[in-house]
């Protein structure tokens, strides 16, 4: 299902315009809350968009632009079904490309082709195979050929509440030890493991991914992930730049992320995660450990 999406979503953005860069944009639905954010974990892999709501709500256009493609169904004239549902692209002067996605069937605009920023494109349904009740919505900017984090450059929501971080694991050998209870350790290769999410609000517990992730070990920084762009290659989402993360070597079956492996040698170790959300908002945690 979700490399249907992307092959659907491969077929969309071939039919812009190239030109600059991107520019600042309206949020797609007025006073929206994401619901999930981008580099978020949905069916088990990244999701290279972001989904907001409420259902029902008008969708527009974030900035002006042309209506390059409009679908108004369920199953593509394939036969094969459209996991997006409801869908309008469309290309900016800039270089990008939007897709909204999961529209309300029979509010889409045929009647459309050139469109201004804020001009109604329909409203958020419940279109398509996905699970939930928001748009989705999703930038590509042809230029650089990269999946864009919409949030990155929407106006910010209102946020002061710092991510949350349910647990840090160190693993090896089939065992997990959790990072601030577990003391001492033998000298070795271990995994880092978080639980991290981004609530808005309490109680949320929606997966939300953060923004950004660092990784101290002594002082030193050992990751640095922002959740900024994507990039389709070999058939794959990788997200991180240089690091080319794919949900495959990120996700735990459980929705925990891995860091990465780390050799730990013989002494004192303190290890410190930093996770940093859209507004600023930053959560610390760590701990002390004897490696014998």
């Given at each position: 299902?979700?490399?249907?999406?992307?092959?659907?979503?491969?077929?969309?953005?071939?039919?812009?315009?190239?030109?600059?860069?991107?520019?600042?944009?309206?949020?797609?639905?007025?006073?929206?809350?994401?619901?999930?954010?981008?580099?978020?974990r949905r069916?088990?892999?990244?999701?290279?968009?972001?989904?907001?709501?409420?259902?029902?709500?008008?969708?527009?256009?974030?900035?002006p632009?042309?209506?390059?493609?409009l679908?108004?169904?369920?199953?593509?004239?394939?036969?094969?079904?459209?996991?997006?549902?409801?869908?309008?692209?469309?290309?900016?002067?800039?270089?990008?490309?939007?897709?909204?996605?999961?529209?309300?069937?029979?509010s889409?605009?045929?009647y459309?082709?050139?469109?201004?920023?804020?001009?109604?494109?329909?409203?958020?349904?419940?279109?398509?195979?996905?699970?939930?009740?928001?748009?989705?919505?999703?930038?590509?900017?042809?230029?650089?050929?990269?999946?864009?984090?919409?949030?990155?450059?929407?106006?910010?929501?209102?946020?002061?509440?710092?991510?949350?971080?349910?647990?840090?694991?160190l693993?090896?050998?089939?065992?997990?030890?959790?990072?601030?209870?577990?003391?001492?350790?033998?000298?070795g290769?271990?995994?880092?493991?978080?639980?991290?999410l981004?609530?808005?609000?309490?109680?949320?517990?929606?997966?939300?991914?953060?923004?950004?992730?660092?990784?101290?070990?002594?002082?030193?920084?050992?990751?640095?992930?922002?959740?900024?762009?994507?990039?389709?290659?070999?058939?794959?989402?990788?997200?991180?730049?240089?690091?080319?993360?794919?949900?495959?070597?990120?996700?735990?079956?459980?929705g925990?992320?891995?860091?990465?492996?780390?050799?730990?040698?013989?002494?004192?170790?303190?290890?410190?995660?930093?996770?940093?959300?859209?507004?600023?908002?930053?959560?610390?945690?760590?701990?002390?450990?004897?490696?014998?």
């Open positions: 299902m979700v490399r249907t999406v992307r092959r659907l979503l491969v077929t969309i953005l071939a039919c812009a315009i190239p030109a600059a860069g991107p520019a600042a944009l309206e949020w797609p639905i007025a006073g929206g809350v994401p619901a999930l954010t981008f580099g978020s069916a088990g892999r990244f999701l290279p968009s972001m989904a907001v709501g409420p259902a029902g709500a008008p969708v527009r256009a974030v900035s632009g042309e209506i390059t493609f679908f108004d169904g369920d199953k593509l004239p394939s036969g094969l079904p459209c996991p997006l549902g409801g869908i309008v692209a469309m290309s900016h002067p800039d270089g990008m490309i939007s897709v909204y996605g999961r529209m309300e069937r029979g889409l605009p045929f459309l082709r050139s469109v201004a920023a804020g001009d109604i494109l329909g409203r958020a349904g419940t279109s398509g195979y996905f699970a939930g009740r928001e748009a989705s919505f999703t930038l590509f900017d042809r230029v650089k050929r990269q999946y864009l984090n919409p949030q990155v450059l929407l106006p910010p929501v209102r946020d002061d509440r710092a991510p949350a971080v349910r647990g840090v694991f693993a090896a050998g089939g065992r997990t030890y959790p990072l601030g209870e577990t003391r001492t350790l033998r000298q290769t271990y995994e880092v493991v978080a639980d991290i981004d609530p808005l609000s309490a109680p949320d517990a929606a997966p939300r991914a953060p923004y950004s992730i660092r990784l101290l070990i002594d002082g030193k920084e050992v990751v640095r992930y922002l959740y900024d762009a994507a990039r389709a290659e070999d058939g794959r989402l990788r997200f991180f730049g240089p690091a080319r993360r794919d949900s495959d070597s990120y996700f735990l079956d459980d925990r992320i891995r860091l990465g492996q780390f050799l730990l040698a013989r002494g004192r170790t303190t290890l410190v995660l930093l996770v940093s959300d859209y507004a600023g908002n930053e959560k610390e945690t760590g701990g002390v450990l004897l490696v014998e």
